[in-house]
């Protein structure tokens, strides 16, 4: 069955750098991209980018355009979501899933990163 | 593109709880449902309007028209409780929108 296997969470200090990875299996990894979402406390979800999982294109969302980079590695199926510059508002549950075009069929399991000084 | 949903709704066990989704025209569109119990990752309830992915229990349908999407939970049951959203894609901005949410208590 398609897993999507998220990295732990993390504490970060306010303009340091997180990068979360997001190993994928039961599925042809070339065959769908990436999408990334996340979730504030108290808030709702909120797109940040999605990657191809074919070739090397992305699509960002405009409020996180300059601080986002999303990578994959094809040689062991896995999705890199990196944020630099974090401030306290970044406090989120990040979360990838699989992108059936318009939409998002298997998701991991989401992970914590706290922002805090 | 901005959905709109009711924050909560609460609901008795064994009754019917209709989360709705408002937007300009959103019947033009394909809405989408997740379902993001406590701690747990979102799970996709309905796609394309009113389909159900496997494993989805048939209490769980959908509908779009006009300028709203609905989400139906027949014989509501405690493990329903969890937060809804609804989600198109916006073709102008090549991206999906999600809308705010609706928790769904179980009384």
């Known amino acids: 069955q398609v897993q999507l296997v998220q990295s732990g969470g993390e504490v970060k200090k306010p303009g340091a750098s997180v990068k979360i990875s997001c190993k994928a299996s039961g599925y042809s990894f070339s065959q769908y991209g990436l999408t990334w979402v996340r979730q504030a406390p108290g808030q709702g979800l909120e797109w940040m980018g999605w990657i191809s999982g074919y070739n090397d294109n992305t699509n960002y969302a405009q409020s996180l355009q300059g601080r986002v980079t999303m990578t994959k590695d094809t040689s062991t199926d896995t999705a890199y979501m990196e944020l630099r510059s974090l401030r306290s508002d970044d406090t989120a549950i990040y979360f990838c899933a699989r992108s059936l075009l318009y939409y998002f069929d298997s998701w991991g399991q989401g992970t914590l990163i706290t922002v805090s000084s | 593109y901005i959905l709109t949903q009711p924050p909560s709704v609460s609901v008795a066990p064994g009754q019917t709880a209709r989360i709705t989704c408002g937007a300009n025209?959103?019947?033009?569109?394909?809405v989408y449902w997740y379902q993001r119990r406590p701690g747990q990752a979102p799970v996709l309830l309905i796609h394309h309007d009113s389909a159900r992915p496997s494993g989805i229990p048939e209490r769980f349908s959908g509908s779009n028209s006009g300028n709203t999407a609905t989400v139906t939970i027949s014989r509501v049951e405690a493990a329903d409780e969890a937060d809804y959203y609804c989600?198109?894609?916006?073709?102008?901005?090549?991206?999906?929108?999600f809308g705010g949410g609706t928790k769904v208590t179980v009384l």
């Open positions: 989600q198109v894609w916006d073709s102008n901005n090549d991206h999906p929108v």
């Open positions: 025209n959103i019947g033009s569109k394909s």
